[in-house]
């Protein structure tokens, strides 16, 4: 587990094995007895009813999730048992998630067709929180081209496709510049090929270093702009305004003092799966706001939620 600096002592629940647990503040309160309360509980699509957010009996505190490998298999479906184990935290703690990919994607691996993903969890954060629902309601979000303009993302997308049209690569297939809410996606290949292609194209682009010397030549045109760029998977790389990495999710949650019911997350735990240098959960799991957990797959994130939180 990190731990940064200004988390060095750990919040008293987290010794609930040395010290006698605090009673539990609201399980005694039939739920009939929200309605009374000025933070009306939240009921789920499945019948469960959430305590409002600042009567958790774990307060002031947020557990975030990375969605691939974290929560999921990559790209597939939560276990039952996992979805059970979050409905149980949610009881006890505030529970987000926050993933690369957008609400429809997340909805197929954590939702299903009765059940909508913003009813599982207190803050969902599709496209890293450019995207973000609290309490299955939809926050401001932000959008690519309205931060880079039109004048400077046609700049990009025109020099993107002038210098690919000038490489010389065994095969070139189709969709050399895929445009996304929170950023477009490069591929010199195209994202059309086929999976031996991409396969040929992988291999290609080890021994030329195809990608590289694109994003290097980009990073010269653009230093007026402040874009990050990240080769990831086999044929593309993605092209985004700095900070717009998971980090950017937290200032929905620093926001949340602003609200009539809302509450100051004082400790953030973050689990995720691509903790080390150049993965997509790096920023946020190594951020002074934040208490990363590290995991290696859903299995290992269920172990490390019921160390954590023993009485889960
Ligand atoms: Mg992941």
Known sequence: MHRN???LHAPPHLHTSSTPPSPPLHNSTPPYHSSL???PATMTAAGAIIPALADRPIKNTIVL???DETL??????ASPEILMLLSR???RVAIGYVGGSDMAKQQEQLGSADVNVTSLFDFCFPENGLTAYRLGVPLATQSFIGWIGEENYKRLAKFCLRYISELDLPV????FVEFRNGMINVSPIGRNASNDERHAFSEYDAE???????VEALRKEFSDLSLTFSIGGAISFDVFPTGWDKTYCLQHLEADPQRPDGVKFETIHFFGDKTMKGGN????YSDPRTIGHSVKNPEDTIAQLKALFPEL
């Open 5 to 7: 600096s200004t988390h």
């Open 37 to 39: 309360s000025p933070r």
């Open 65 to 67: 999730f990375d969605v």
């Open 72 to 77: 999921t298999p990559s790209r597939r479906p």
């Open 89 to 91: 935290l949610r009881q």
């Open 172 to 175: 070139m297939r189709g969709t």
């Open 208 to 214: 030329h270093k195809v990608r590289e010397k694109m």
């Open 281 to 284: 959960d790096f920023e946020i």
